[in-house]
């Protein structure tokens, strides 16, 4: 069962525009969520994270909004840059007992 | 300079064959974690430990194998009786247990099951 779902695998964006990555779960009881990113031959790095008591957190060029009525995570990232190409992948944690992780979605930011 | 590493990067074995993936850390972390990932799907937790000589089983123990003798290991066995074992594994550790603790990954093992 996918609790954590990206239902976008790819996405592609102009350098310097918005970059809108949207993740979707099922599991009420999820009160954490985090992003990662990958590059290709790395594992993932923790990027931003966001506790369900709060519905935004930003941090620098990166933002994410919780949306627990619609049960909906967003990343946004403004402006994109080229070095933003990679894959991103979201998380979510009910009570500190388990970590759910979607597929991912592919970024590339074109010059 | 700190970190996880993963050995070996590729890994290959033939059907029926155990084999261990290696993963260490010097971050003097508490927790450390075994994750798979599969096309088209997010990690999934095999295996957890969040203090030395203990451990829990994630989602998807079954043909897997732990062990946690020192803080530094977390060495993952994929036995003969893990039906899909040819997948990316990945390993990761945090501060303390508990799943909200940034984890750190390391940087994964492809094994290929022939």
């Known amino acids: 069962d996918q609790q954590v779902k990206q239902n976008s695998p790819s996405l592609s964006v102009q350098e310097g525009r918005i970059s809108i990555l949207n993740c979707d779960y099922t599991?009420?009881?999820?009160?954490?969520f985090l992003w990662y990113k990958k590059y290709p031959a790395e594992g993932p790095t923790f990027l931003i994270s966001?506790?369900?008591?709060?519905d935004k957190n930003e941090d620098g060029r990166f933002t994410v909004f919780l949306n627990k009525s619609a049960k909906h995570l967003s990343l946004h990232i403004v402006p994109s840059q080229p070095g933003d190409s990679a894959v991103y992948f979201c998380?979510?944690?009910?009570?500190?007992?388990?970590?759910?992780f979607g597929a991912g979605t592919r970024l590339t930011v074109k010059p | 300079d700190g970190g996880i590493t993963q050995s070996p990067k590729y890994l290959f074995r033939k059907e029926g064959q155990n084999v261990t993936l290696s993963c260490e850390q010097n971050?003097?972390?508490?927790?450390m974690y075994w994750y798979r990932q599969d096309p088209g799907q997010g990690l999934r937790l095999i295996y957890y430990?969040?203090?030395?000589?203990?451990?829990q089983k994630g989602d998807i123990a079954e043909g897997y194998s732990v062990s946690r003798e020192k803080k530094e290991s977390f060495p993952l066995t994929v036995t003969s009786a893990q039906k899909n074992p040819t997948a990316f594994y990945l390993c990761?550790?945090?501060?303390?247990?508990?799943?909200?603790?940034?984890?750190?990954f390391g940087p994964g093992t492809r094994l290929t099951v022939l």
């Open positions: 990761a550790s945090s501060i303390a247990g508990g799943f909200t603790d940034t984890q750190y």
């Open positions: 599991n009420s009881m999820f009160d954490y």
């Open positions: 966001i506790s369900s008591i709060k």
């Open positions: 998380a979510a944690s009910a009570e500190r007992n388990d970590m759910r």
């Open positions: 971050l003097n972390h508490d927790a």
């Open positions: 430990s969040q203090i030395v000589n203990d451990f």
